[in-house]
Every structure is written in structure tokens, then in C-alpha cells.
């Protein structure tokens, strides 16, 4: 089914077009508000941004395919995103990516078959003076080690957690 | 205690509301330089020494003076792309003292002639672009934002854009791609963005902390700007200590504090009283540096005279249990990861680096590896279109000149020189 915004996104679209000159400035704002509101950026969320900004669908997959934060395929309701690069690594962030492969059974890339935890090392958060960080979803959790990984995960199994 | 320019919020926790930096003095910085021409500004900007606190140190008023005259759309563009490793100053700016960044934006795009201004912000930092997009709102309401200015008649309309991840963004011109709409690919200069920038007009990026020490030199005056720090270095820097420190963190302090200091007074020295084996200065791409230099002074002139560089300020400590082959084997494994692809030296050269230092850390290095990522540095560099190619030998070149026994013990013994190390692969 194709995919389409309704009313209420097409008016929220339209206040984030008044910031730009033109509609392809329009490409990176339009795709964060594409996958917030349908999950992930599927090749349907892409023809869609395409056709509401009347740009073709080769522009809107070629920006999509270039950002790391844009996801191609479903991931987990919890997107676990562990930072691996030097501050992070140096305070043992090796040991929170090995912690989640044991609690959650899968490696970076994989998302558990409920559908609840997908794990992604990422570069550099700008977290380095409270590393070892994950972000999950869009919150920032820092100073961890694997007892509060441990902890973590617990919290937003139980959905005690709002990020 | 040291002078305060750019933390407001360890004066006042509170600043983040407007009425809270008001008290402190803020928007008067813009009050004055509306009485100002915009070629004053640029002018006292210029005596102030200010330079790039993004990492290349380049004089902020002279930047501002290569803006043409005269009509046209311009545009002022503020790099909060914030990125490279190690790096963590300007999300506090933000986050912490945010009005300090907008009153700047609005100053210098007066001083430019900009009548629209972008501060391009990482999209991990969505919750921090939140902080700011509510000062932004707080200075439309009073005035300090939209149409006629406090009576003044100039006109500045300020929007937030976010990135959505790839470090080459924080690259000029690959930032102005990616705010266009575009996959961020830096541009061939010239031309130069105060020629042709974003949307194809003249325009300014400068880093969040550049722009926000600007309502302070214009309020106070250059003169006082000048008092801080050692001559062509004024100002105060935020440096980010990461890494084996006991106290980690951001700490504003005169530029030319010495980086023992840093390190042993500010950030409350190495973890478990070990002994400091490397120090990256200035963010990733600033070549390391050894316990020899710890007296040094934290400045842009100091730190290229020992062949390293400011950069961002961002100081990365690695105690006596790092294995600096696989500290800078994921390095490489990043830059790897960021070259946008378009320069064939980059493209090709970052992996094939990465791929020889994993084999030298995994133990199945082999005779002449290390001179063969000499010698792959050497056709990078100077030889792509932006420096990330550059900053990836800076790195990786770095490490090899002041470590090269560690990475010829790996090869010769398959094993690495340090025990205990926390595992970073």
C-alpha cells in the first residue's frame, strides 16, 4: 500500500519548508520526519519525500543512503547504538557491545526476533567526557558500565523508560 | 578563577533562560554592535585575534572581511556538526548557555550582511538542538530576532538544521552540500564559500564556540579579549579531556594553559596514579603526543611548533595500558568508515590503511607493513579535495613516528607489549 502524510504532516511539513530556499534543502528535514513518523525510511518512505517535494526519487535515495541515521531496513523498537570509537573504547566500551550480545542474543546489525532491541556500533557521539555512551533511540545514556547496561536493558524491557 | 566567557552557567546554572542571561549581560554585545557599522564590528573582531575554534585557527575577522559588499542574499552558517573523536565542547555551549551562541549568530550575520543564518547541528544532538531551538524562540519574542531588529532595521531570521550522521559534514563546504539538501561531498575551493556558498550565495560558517565568544569581544572590547592569553592566541578555549582521567570533562581556560595542567589539575590526573603514555591535543586528527610535552601551552602556535595541532581542543589521555596499535587501528577504522568516497588517495587509501593495522593488531602483521602505510600516506596526503584524507595520516602517521617499536613488536612477536588492557577490538 502506498504509503502517504496526512493533514496534520502536511502542515508540519510546510513550516519546515518556510526555512529554505527551495525544496531539495528540504531533503534531510523531510526524510528525519519521514522515519520518525513511519518507523524507517523503506524504499516507499523514499518516493514518498521524492513526490511531496516534487524532486526526484534518485536525489532522495542517493541523500538517504549517504546519512548513517537514516535506517533502510526495520530496526528495534529500542535502537541500542553503542559509540565503539576512542574515548569510548579506552573507558571499555567493548565490554557494553559483548554485555548486550549475551543479555540480548544478537550481534551488531541483528535485532531480536520480538522485535524489541536492534544493536549498531556507531563513531564518535560527542559524549567522550561521560563515556562509555549509548544512545538508544534518541536519548543519551552515559557513564555506563555493564552492570547498568545490565540495568538498562531491564528498565526498557519493563517500559520504564520514555526515549 | 579564571576568566568566563563562553560558560555562563557555572555563574549562573539558570542561563539558559533569557531573562537569566540578560542579567549577566547578555544582548548588550548586540545592542552595541547594532550602533556599530557592520565594518566596525568586523574590524574589532579582527584586533581581537580571534581565531577558529573548530580547528583550524583561522583569523575570525579576517574570514568575515572576504564577504562581498553590498546587496544580495548572504547567508551566516554556524557549524555545530561537532564530530570529530574526542570532541564534546560546543554540545555544552548549547546546551548550557545556548543565548550565547544565538546573540553571536545574530552579531555576526549584521557584521556579514547575512539576513538568514543555519546552525547546522548534529542529528544525534536533537535533544540539545531542542535547548537551542527554545532560545531561539525566547529571542524572537523579545526582539532580538525577525524583522527590524530593535528598532534597528536590520532583519535576521535564524533556523536550526540537523545533519543525520557522517562526519565529512563537519567539513565547510561538506556542511553546505548537506544544508542544501545534498549528500555531504566537500567542494573544490576555490570557490570559496564567501563567494559561492550555500544556496550558491556568499557565506560564513564558523564553528558554535568562534561565534559565541563574539557578543563578549564586542560588549567588553577587544582590548579585554586581549588580556586573555598569550599574543595570536587570545581568548579563552574549552578544552574536552576524555579518555584515562579521573575527572573527565570540559573546562574553559585561558588559551596557553599549560596541558599538564590540564590534565593533572583540571581533569584530576590519570586513573589508578598510572603513568601517561599518549596525549592526543586537539581531536583525532591532531597528531599524538608523549609525556615530553606535557608543559607545553595549549595554543595554536604551541602546538604547531611541535608538529601536532589546537585542533578542536579536545585532549584524549591513554595511560601506560593502552596499546596504541589498536587505539589507532580503530582510528583508522573510522576515518575509513567517514571518507565520503569521492577522492580516489581517501576512498581507497583509509581502508587499505585500516586493513593493514587490524592484521598488525590481530597479530598477523607482516615485514614492511609499517613502511607501507608510510608510504600510502604519503600518496594521500595533499591530495584530496578536503582534509579528511590529511587527518587521517595526521593520525595514523603520528602514531607510527612516536610509536613505531609498539607496532614492530606486534609484527615481530604477534602479540602486543601491554597486559591488562581494557579490549577495544
Given at each position: 500500500?502506498?504509503?502517504r502524510?496526512d493533514?496534520?504532516?502536511?502542515?508540519?511539513?510546510?513550516?519546515?519548508?518556510e526555512?529554505?530556499?527551495?525544496?531539495?534543502?528540504?531533503?534531510?528535514?523531510?526524510l528525519?520526519y519521514?522515519?520518525?513518523?513511519?518507523?524507517?525510511?523503506?524504499?516507499?518512505?523514499?518516493?514518498l519525500?521524492?513526490?511531496?517535494?516534487?524532486?526526484?526519487?534518485a536525489?532522495?535515495?542517493?541523500?538517504?543512503?549517504?546519512?548513517?541515521?537514516?535506517?533502510?531496513?526495520?530496526?528495534?523498537?529500542y535502537?541500542?547504538?553503542?559509540?565503539?570509537?576512542?574515548?569510548?573504547?579506552?573507558?571499555?566500551?567493548?565490554?557494553?557491545v559483548?554485555?548486550?550480545?549475551?543479555?540480548?542474543?544478537?550481534k551488531?546489525?541483528e535485532?531480536?526476533d520480538?522485535?524489541?532491541?536492534?544493536?549498531?556500533e556507531v563513531?564518535?557521539?560527542?559524549?567522550?567526557?561521560?563515556?562509555?555512551?549509548i544512545q538508544?533511540?534518541?536519548?543519551?545514556f552515559?557513564?555506563?558500565?555493564?552492570k547498568?547496561?545490565?540495568?538498562?536493558?531491564?528498565?526498557?524491557r519493563?517500559?520504564e523508560?520514555?526515549? | 578563577?579564571?576568566?568566563?566567557?563562553?560558560?555562563?552557567?557555572l555563574?549562573?546554572?539558570?542561563?539558559?533562560?533569557?531573562?537569566?542571561?540578560i542579567?549577566l549581560?547578555g544582548?548588550?554585545?548586540?545592542?552595541k554592535?547594532l550602533?556599530m557599522?557592520?565594518?566596525?564590528i568586523?574590524?574589532?573582531v579582527?584586533?581581537?585575534n580571534?581565531?577558529?575554534?573548530?580547528g583550524?585557527g583561522?583569523?575570525?575577522?579576517?574570514?568575515?572581511?572576504?564577504?562581498?559588499?553590498?546587496?544580495g542574499?548572504?547567508?551566516?552558517?554556524?557549524?555545530?556538526d561537532?564530530g570529530e573523536?574526542?570532541?564534546?565542547?560546543?554540545?555544552?555551549?548549547m546546551?548550557?548557555?545556548?543565548?550565547?551562541?544565538v546573540?553571536?549568530?545574530?552579531?555576526?550575520?549584521?557584521?556579514?550582511?547575512?539576513?538568514?543564518?543555519?546552525?547546522?547541528?548534529?542529528?544525534e544532538?536533537e535533544?540539545?538542538?531542542k535547548?537551542?531551538?527554545?532560545?531561539?524562540?525566547?529571542?524572537?519574542?523579545q526582539?532580538?530576532l525577525?524583522?527590524?531588529?530593535?528598532?534597528?532595521?536590520?532583519?535576521?531570521?535564524?533556523?536550526?538544521?540537523?545533519?543525520?550522521?557522517?562526519?565529512?559534514?563537519?567539513?565547510?563546504?561538506?556542511?553546505?552540500?548537506?544544508?542544501?539538501?545534498?549528500?555531504?561531498?566537500?567542494?573544490?575551493?576555490?570557490?570559496f564559500p564567501?563567494?559561492?556558498?550555500v544556496?550558491?550565495?556568499?557565506t560564513?560558517?564558523?564553528n558554535?564556540?568562534?561565534?559565541a565568544c563574539?557578543?563578549?569581544i564586542?560588549?567588553?572590547?577587544?582590548?579585554?579579549?586581549?588580556?586573555?592569553?598569550?599574543?595570536?592566541?587570545n581568548?579563552?578555549?574549552?578544552?574536552?579531556?576524555?579518555?584515562?582521567?579521573?575527572?573527565?570533562?570540559?573546562?574553559e581556560l585561558?588559551?596557553g594553559t599549560?596541558l599538564?595542567?590540564i590534565?593533572?589539575?583540571?581533569?584530576?590526573?590519570?586513573?589508578?596514579?598510572?603513568?601517561?603514555?599518549?596525549?592526543?591535543p586537539?581531536?583525532?586528527?591532531a597528531?599524538?603526543?608523549g609525556p615530553?610535552?606535557?608543559?607545553i601551552?595549549?595554543d595554536?602556535?604551541?602546538?604547531?611548533?611541535?608538529?601536532?595541532?589546537?585542533?578542536s581542543?579536545a585532549?584524549?589521555v591513554m595511560?601506560e595500558?593502552?596499546?596504541?596499535?589498536?587505539?589507532?587501528?580503530r582510528?583508522?577504522?573510522?576515518?575509513?568508515?567517514?571518507?565520503?568516497?569521492?577522492?580516489?588517495p581517501c576512498r581507497?587509501?583509509?581502508?587499505?590503511?585500516?586493513?593493514?593495522?587490524?592484521?598488525?593488531?590481530?597479530?598477523?602483521?607482516?615485514?614492511?607493513?609499517?613502511?607501507?602505510?608510510?608510504d600510502?600516506?604519503?600518496?594521500?596526503?595533499?591530495?584530496?579535495?578536503?582534509?579528511?584524507?590529511?587527518?587521517?595520516?595526521?593520525?595514523?602517521?603520528?602514531?607510527?613516528?612516536?610509536?613505531r617499536d609498539?607496532?614492530?613488536?606486534?609484527i615481530?612477536?604477534?602479540?602486543?607489549?601491554v597486559?591488562?588492557?581494557?579490549?577495544?577490538?
Amino acid at each position: 500500500m502506498a504509503l502517504r502524510f496526512d493533514e496534520n504532516d502536511m502542515k508540519a511539513l510546510e513550516k519546515i519548508r518556510e526555512r529554505y530556499p527551495n525544496n531539495t534543502a528540504c531533503t534531510l528535514p523531510f526524510l528525519h520526519y519521514a522515519q520518525d513518523r513511519f518507523g524507517y525510511v523503506s524504499d516507499d518512505v523514499i518516493k514518498l519525500v521524492a513526490e511531496t517535494l516534487n524532486l526526484p526519487v534518485a536525489h532522495v535515495l542517493n541523500v538517504a543512503t549517504f546519512y548513517t541515521m537514516f535506517n533502510k531496513k526495520p530496526v528495534g523498537k529500542y535502537h541500542l547504538q553503542v559509540c565503539t570509537n576512542i574515548s569510548c573504547s579506552l573507558l571499555g566500551a567493548r565490554r557494553l557491545v559483548d554485555k548486550l550480545e549475551e543479555i540480548l542474543g544478537i550481534k551488531p546489525g541483528e535485532t531480536t526476533d520480538d522485535g524489541m532491541f536492534t544493536i549498531t556500533e556507531v563513531e564518535c557521539l560527542g559524549s567522550c567526557g561521560t563515556a562509555p555512551v549509548i544512545q538508544v533511540n534518541e536519548t543519551y545514556f552515559e557513564n555506563l558500565d555493564e552492570k547498568k547496561v545490565e540495568d538498562l536493558i531491564e528498565s526498557l524491557r519493563k517500559g520504564e523508560l520514555d526515549v | 578563577m579564571s576568566e568566563i566567557v563562553l560558560f555562563k552557567h557555572l555563574i549562573d546554572p539558570e542561563v539558559r533562560n533569557i531573562e537569566n542571561y540578560i542579567k549577566l549581560g547578555g544582548y548588550e554585545g548586540l545592542k552595541k554592535a547594532l550602533s556599530m557599522n557592520p565594518d566596525e564590528i568586523i574590524e574589532e573582531v579582527k584586533r581581537s585575534n580571534l581565531r577558529g575554534r573548530g580547528g583550524a585557527g583561522f583569523p575570525t575577522g579576517l574570514k568575515w572581511s572576504f564577504m562581498p559588499k553590498g546587496e544580495g542574499q548572504k547567508y551566516f552558517v554556524c557549524n555545530a556538526d561537532e564530530g570529530e573523536p574526542g570532541t564534546f565542547k560546543d554540545r555544552y555551549i548549547m546546551s548550557e548557555n545556548p543565548h550565547q551562541l544565538v546573540e553571536g549568530m545574530v552579531i555576526g550575520g549584521y557584521a556579514i550582511g547575512a539576513s538568514v543564518g543555519y546552525i547546522y547541528i548534529r542529528g544525534e544532538f536533537e535533544f540539545v538542538a531542542k535547548t537551542v531551538q527554545k532560545a531561539i524562540d525566547e529571542a524572537y519574542n523579545q526582539g532580538f530576532l525577525g524583522k527590524n531588529i530593535l528598532d534597528s532595521g536590520f532583519d535576521f531570521d535564524l533556523y536550526i538544521h540537523l545533519g543525520a550522521g557522517a562526519y565529512i559534514c563537519g567539513e565547510e563546504t561538506g556542511l553546505i552540500n548537506s544544508l542544501e539538501g545534498k549528500t555531504g561531498k566537500p567542494r573544490l575551493k576555490p570557490p570559496f564559500p564567501a563567494q559561492y556558498g550555500v544556496f550558491g550565495k556568499p557565506t560564513t560558517v564558523n564553528n558554535v564556540e568562534t561565534i559565541a565568544c563574539v557578543p563578549d569581544i564586542i560588549r567588553r572590547g577587544a582590548d579585554w579579549f586581549l588580556t586573555i592569553g598569550p599574543d595570536k592566541n587570545n581568548g579563552t578555549k574549552i578544552f574536552a579531556v576524555s579518555g584515562h582521567v579521573n575527572n573527565p570533562g570540559v573546562f574553559e581556560l585561558p588559551m596557553g594553559t599549560p596541558l599538564r595542567e590540564i590534565i593533572y589539575e583540571h581533569a584530576g590526573g590519570i586513573i589508578g596514579g598510572k603513568k601517561l603514555k599518549a596525549v592526543i591535543p586537539g581531536g583525532s586528527s591532531a597528531p599524538v603526543l608523549g609525556p615530553e610535552h606535557l608543559d607545553i601551552p595549549m595554543d595554536f602556535d604551541s602546538l604547531k611548533k611541535v608538529g601536532s595541532m589546537l585542533g578542536s581542543g579536545a585532549i584524549v589521555v591513554m595511560s601506560e595500558d593502552t596499546c596504541i596499535v589498536e587505539a589507532f587501528t580503530r582510528l583508522a577504522r573510522f576515518y575509513a568508515h567517514e571518507s565520503c568516497g569521492q577522492c580516489t588517495p581517501c576512498r581507497e587509501g583509509t581502508p587499505w590503511m585500516y586493513k593493514i593495522m587490524k592484521r598488525i593488531e590481530d597479530g598477523n602483521g607482516k615485514k614492511g607493513d609499517v613502511d607501507l602505510l608510510l608510504d600510502i600516506c604519503k600518496n594521500i596526503m595533499g591530495r584530496t579535495i578536503c582534509p579528511l584524507g590529511d587527518a587521517a595520516v595526521l593520525c595514523i602517521k603520528g602514531a607510527i613516528e612516536r610509536f613505531r617499536d609498539e607496532f614492530e613488536y606486534h609484527i615481530e612477536h604477534k602479540k602486543c607489549m601491554v597486559d591488562n588492557k581494557i579490549p577495544i577490538f
